[in-house]
């Protein structure tokens, strides 16, 4: 679980979106722990499994159902967690990534500012760069890159505080994703796993650190400017080559009759593939906050 801090208990209110998902449902249980009063808000098609072992009470509603207005009119919000977003991976229009990542997002920024809410957390991705290149990821890219700017327009008077999340991985991740498909392969003894040069370089964060960058900020959200960002990582970037080693390294070890063998080299690289990542994890560190979790401690609570 995220790492035990100390923070200052409080009886506020936070709406989340995408609760059921990876990060969403750790932010979850983390929020509970630290008794806050969570509403969830989620897709009625979303699966709880995520959050089967919670301990406390959140409340849920349905945004394909339900009247978002009917939450903020019933709760008094402190501050919304918008992490639900749509990467594209099963087939989405462009119209659907733009409803769940930009569309979605406006509509409840709009009623944060009637109702308001004080602070509106976004989650970003390092992938939001001013040059956008990889072409798999360029409608999801793209859109938060929109979002973004709409939220620097109107960030007066809700706060936004813009998180730009490095390469997030951690137990209960989508098999899609890049880090738990590795695994997933290797669970399955596939013998040959095919994968690029891992030349590319990126700053591997376990999820438990990202979380209490965003508790901590939540208790100093009220010390920020109109609008924040940050740059969410460890501050140091490996290669995918080395990070993808180190798990089946460990993998094997743990099951040393698995028969599966990495072949580097067998996968081109994407078009444009961004190779390193531009960070700043400075603004982050003078706040208190910094990640605890190495890359190698990460894949160990991974497996």
Known sequence: MFNQRKYIKVTETILITGGTGFLGSHLVHALLV??????????KTSLLGRLADISGSPKLYFYDIEEIDSIFSEHHINAIFHTACCYGR????????????????????????????????????FFNTNTITQKYLNSYSLSKKQFS?????????????????????GYGDDTKKFINGVLLQLQQNISEIKLTTGKQKRDFIYVDDIVNAYLLLLAQRKSLPVFSEFDVG????????????ELYLQFKQKYPENQSHLIFGAVP????????????????HNLGWQA?????????KLI
Not at 234 to 244: A, E, K
Request: charged content about 20%; aromatic content about 10%; glycine content about 4%.
């Open 234 to 245: 460890t501050g140091t970037q490996i290669s995918v080559h080395d990070f993808i080693s």
């Open 34 to 43: 630290h008794d806050y009063n969570v509403i969830i808000l989620k897709r």
């Open 269 to 284: 690289c994407h078009e444009g593939e961004m190779m390193y990542v531009r960070e700043n994890i400075k603004p982050l």
């Open 90 to 125: 099963n087939n989405e229009t462009a119209a659907q990534i733009v409803e769940t990542n930009i569309v979605l997002g406006l509509k409840l920024f709009d009623y944060a500012i009637r109702y308001k809410v004080d602070t509106f957390f976004n989650t970003d991705t």
């Open 292 to 300: 605890v979790i190495g890359y190698r401690d990460g894949i160990s």
């Open 149 to 169: 700017v709409w939220l620097k327009q109107m960030a007066d008077p809700v706060h936004v505080i813009n998180m730009k999340l490095q390469h997030m991985y």
